[in-house]
């Protein structure tokens, strides 16, 4: 389009007039920012005790050490509370940032997003790989002027690997565990004067939480290349390609009855490539160029047997032109285009396809007029227009076209003592997913939905002083509208007067030997116009725990290393009551779930590393047979979401070996 055509020639006519900068200024990898800051709450990197938003940070050191695979065993130890899945490892699982909705979250990779457009909300955080995944970052809270369209809770930022040192270097794991837990990962990397190229993959399989015919499985793959070019300029392309297969076994799970299939796997591949170029030209300008293509190729259990496909593909051009005039003023405007296809199976036969063509401009300020005060504005707007074509019994879909503008405001002060308070407020807003139309036209249902539209704010205080430290943050999301799936009619509706309300605090002591931080969270998402019993349990606001809270610590002593991590969840409204074997009927979860893991690391020498890691280790193991009777409905620990036990104990040993 003539759009990226613009942006290209802009970052080229760029590298041609660079001027020649140091070491320091040149452009890196976005991985390779250090952990006190956020490279994706705002424009521009910015250090995390500046910034008015509510970011947190996993850089390289902290998710080597978590021994994860997939993106969402991390999120389950950065986010407790706000990450529930249905049942055992791989299974569908939703993230409740700042207590909104799945679907109120982006996933980007490198700046693209990722998110499905033939499914129902956000990318399941278990089919994203941390295969050459070197930084994770989330933002709680509204960044539509930041991230457009569906951002109204948050985003979940994934970065790929950053340069290399010169020369052969890599790293390898192998482990094994019970649970028929069976993990390699490793990765090569070879460095020269102006550049590198990585490449590397994992395999990771783990039996069910109950039996099926095969377990779960994932391979993941990536390659990664970067090449300074003339005095300041940085090219990088990264492609990654991952495939799951999920059992899940519970084919039917209701207040009164249960189905069980050993057989039912999901499949799942993705596929991300993404090229990027950063330069500096004169003294005050940085631009950015960025194309990502990205698709997703789900097969699902189909009625009657067999697989039904879904399929997803984006391609997102993105560019960004920085001045910074000095060091108390920068600039940033920025354009953001991109076309995604999302492809559901019809029924009886065929094909629903919906597409989506999105364009927005952002301008974002910030100013530092005094060194302990510093703000920060945003502005976008965007235009979208989608299609439906629509190959089953329901009616065809008209185009749909709309345009936003939204904005934002922040603050951040230094109060002195380590002390510093911030805040932001402004609108937000989503469009309805392709797959909820599709799913309504395939019922007859002809209303179109509305686009969604938020007001928020958040505030926040901090504390720092020597190895001490405390947070404070508080949000409310006010929907003025917003799509949601109604378990009465089975079909998705339009929504409004809904808020959502989070506060969180925290307080830690870090020593160089040991730590120990803890949290206490409280949220909740309230349905107004219903009444007032009903306020928190109709379709629109079920499956937040209210309160959650934890610790987590660390401890060397001499070449080991002991990490702890602990959390409780409390009791939510779920989608349907909950049926004990009285036969008695609740509508609210009375039951709390307590997630823990302990590792111990050894460095047994300067290149190797030895981990003995347990994690869900307060979970009880059900057979089939006692998920059949549900022994365990109403049980404590046995499962986040009503009718799928979560996943068992499991003990994992490791060696890591770096060279």
């Known amino acids: 389009m003539d759009l990226t055509r613009i942006t290209l020639f802009l970052a080229l006519g760029a590298a ?15 991985a390779e920012a250090s952990a006190t800051v956020t490279v994706t709450a705002e424009a521009t990197p910015v250090e995390i005790a500046k910034t008015p938003n509510q970011v947190k940070v996993l850089d390289k050191a902290a998710i080597e050490r978590s021994g994860a695979t997939q993106v969402a065993d991390l999120l389950r130890d950065l986010l407790p509370g706000q ?65 457009g369209t569906d951002a109204m ?40 004067n102006k550049g590198w190229v990585r490449a590397g993959g994992q395999l990771y399989t783990e039996d069910q939480a109950t039996p099926t015919q095969h377990p ?3 391979t993941g793959a990536f390659l990664s ?68 293509h990205v698709t997703q190729n789900r097969m699902e259990p189909a009625y009657g047997g067999g697989f039904s496909p879904y399929d997803s593909r984006r391609t997102q051009t993105l560019g960004r032109l920085t001045w910074t005039p000095s060091a108390a003023f920068k600039l940033s405007g920025g354009v953001d285009a991109y076309e995604e296809i999302g492809q559901t199976a019809a029924y009886p036969t065929g094909t629903d396809e919906g597409k989506g063509r999105h364009l927005g401009l952002d301008v974002e300020g910030t100013w530092e007029p005094l060194s302990f005060l510093r703000f920060l504005g945003t502005v976008r707007h965007q235009w979208d227009r989608q299609n439906f074509v629509q190959q089953g019994p329901g009616p065809r879909l008209d185009d749909t076209r709309s345009d936003q503008t939204t904005w934002k405001a922040g603050v951040n002060l230094m109060l002195g003592a380590g002390f510093r308070a911030y805040a932001s407020g402004g609108t937000a807003f989503g469009l309805p997913l392709l797959s909820a139309v599709m799913y309504n036209a395939s019922n007859g249902i002809t209303m179109p939905l509305t686009r969604e539209e938020s007001t928020f704010a958040n505030v926040g205080l901090g504390w720092e002083r020597g190895p001490w430290n405390a947070r404070l943050e508080a949000s409310r999301t006010n929907f003025k509208s917003l799509v949601y799936f109604d378990l009465n009619s089975y079909v998705y509706a339009n929504g409004s007067k809904i808020r959502t309300q989070s506060l969180e ?6 020593a160089n030997l ?33 309160n959650t809270f ?11 290393r002991l990490d702890a991590r602990w959390s409780w969840f409390g009791p939510r409204y779920e989608n349907f009551g909950y049926v004990y074997p009285t036969g008695s009927v609740l509508g609210a979860s009375k039951i709390h779930f307590n997630d823990a893991s302990l590792s111990v690391t050894w460095s047994a020498a300067p290149e190797l590393d030895l981990v003995l890691r347990g994690d869900h280790l307060m979970q009880p193991k059900v057979s089939v047979d006692e998920w059949k009777r549900r022994t365990q409905d109403g049980h404590n620990d046995a499962y986040l979401i009503f009718g799928f036990p979560a996943q068992p104990p499991t003990l994992t040993f490791e060696a890591r070996y770096r060279f």
């Open 16 to 30: 041609l007039n660079a001027a020649e900068a140091s070491d320091a200024d040149k452009p890196k990898p976005k």
């Open 153 to 192: 809770g948050g985003v979940i930022a994934l970065y790929s690997s950053g340069s290399a040192a010169q020369g052969l270097s890599g790293n390898a794991a192998v482990g094994m565990g019970t649970q028929g837990i069976a993990t390699f990962r490793g990765q090569m990397a070879y460095g020269w």
């Open 216 to 218: 779960f499985r994932t």
């Open 514 to 546: 040991w730590s120990l931080e803890g949290f206490y969270r409280n949220q909740e998402a309230r349905d107004t116009t219903q009444p007032a019993a009903l306020q928190l349990s109709s379709s629109a606001v079920v499956r937040r725990p209210f």
């Open 505 to 510: 605090g925290s307080l830690g002591y870090r």
């Open 550 to 560: 934890g610790l987590k610590s660390f401890a060397s002593m001499g070449d080991f």
């Open 83 to 147: 990450i529930l899945s249905n049942g055992g490892i791989g299974t569908a699982t939703s993230v409740f940032l700042g207590g909104t909705r799945s679907q109120d979250v982006v996933v980007t990779l490198d700046g693209v997003r990722l998110t499905d457009a033939s499914g129902m909300g956000s990318v399941n955080p278990y089919t994203l790989s941390l295969a050459g995944i070197e930084r994770i970052e989330v933002q709680t809270g509204p960044c539509s002027t930041r991230w």
């Open 225 to 292: 290349v970067g090449q300074e070019v003339g005095q300041d300029g940085l090219l990088t392309v990264s492609y990654r390609n991952t495939y799951l297969g999920v059992p899940i076994p519970y084919a039917s799970v209701s207040p009164s009855s249960r189905g069980y299939d050993a057989k039912r796997e999901t499949r799942n591949r993705n596929e991300q490539l993404v090229g990027s170029y950063r330069t500096l030209f004169g003294s005050d300008w940085l631009a950015e160029f960025t194309v990502g």
